[in-house]
């Protein structure tokens, strides 16, 4: 019998213009109704408009059915995530919705985890169909709690540097973050995050490490990861997609999150002052 009580599910729109590729979905509660991701290399005031207007039309959605904007906040090309709040602030002024910022390097690693995590099942199944009894997916533990698997975005910034954080996942939620987003020097973010995971106790450390996104001008010095005994280091190439910005600000926006539609700005990171003085000594 259907339940009366049940509020019906709320639609959402939601865009990121932080990185390379213009992602933008749409959303009925925390399914995925539409999604275009549209490279072009941040050259995305061009499209932000034609995109949205043809989610909305893919998903039979008129602006007065939207409950609230999800926007990507950064960090990112600096250029890049500008076009996006701003476009998100405009039209949830413009149609009276609510509007939340998520961090665009949490749906980056949201949804290059899920990617590495879907090749490794394809791979293990065709070795199987090979008849070479496949392998374990890499989220698949013994008995009891699933593994804890640490993910780290990449969004290259260049002489070194990338947009980064740390975040963990052992299951289909969001990952819950374990440090700040921010731009580092990548040498010495791998540096730390081999030191964490040495001092941490054998229980407490991540089953797997996946480094994802723009892992390709960071890939040599991310191979050499230093990882203990018994965790696996994954390198996944990963472009954002609009169901993860979506599903982020999905769960912000029906927990009744949502950010001041005026005082809403992209999350402009900046390097720690050491690391700033050393490479202005570079």
């Known amino acids: 019998m259907e339940d009366l009580q049940k509020k019906p599910r709320q639609r959402f729109l939601a865009l990121d213009t932080s990185t390379a590729v213009m992602a933008a979905s749409v959303m009925e509660g925390h399914a995925l109704l539409e999604e275009r991701n549209e490279r072009a290399e941040r050259n995305h005031s061009v499209h932000v408009v034609p995109v949205m207007e043809q989610l909305l039309e893919a998903s039979g ?151 994802v996104g723009e892992t390709g001008p960071h890939a040599a010095a991310a191979a050499e990861l230093r990882c203990p005994a018994g965790t696996a280091l994954q390198l996944v190439p990963y472009e954002l997609e609009g169901r993860w910005v979506g599903r982020l600000g999905a769960e912000a926006l029906l927990a009744g999150q949502r950010d001041d539609v005026h005082a809403l700005v992209p999350n402009y990171t900046q390097l720690a002052e050491a690391e700033a003085n050393l490479l202005r000594k570079g």
């Not at 496949?134 to 989220?139: E, I, K, Q, R, V």
């Not at 804890?148 to 990449?154: D, Q, Y």
């Not at 990952?175 to 941490?200: K, S």
Request: glycine share 14%.
């Open 61 to 211: 959605t008129q602006p007065g059915q939207l409950d609230g904007i999800a926007v990507g906040i950064g960090p990112g090309s600096y250029t890049g995530i500008r076009i996006a709040v701003t476009a998100a602030k405009t039209l949830a002024w413009a149609w009276d919705i609510p509007v939340a910022g998520v961090s665009s390097l949490q749906a980056l690693a949201w949804g290059g985890w899920h990617s590495g995590l879907a090749a490794k099942a394809e791979a293990a199944a065709e070795d199987a169909a090979a008849g070479g009894g496949g392998t374990p997916s890499a989220d698949q533990g013994g008995t009891g709690a699933a593994p804890v698997h640490w993910i780290v975005p990449l969004v290259d910034a260049r002489r070194g540097q990338a947009y980064t954080a740390l975040f963990a996942s052992a299951g289909s939620a969001a990952p819950r973050r374990l440090e700040p987003d921010a731009i580092r020097l990548v040498d010495g973010w791998l540096e730390a995050l081999a030191a964490r995971m040495a001092e941490a106790a054998p229980e407490e450390r991540p089953a797997a490490v996946w480094i």
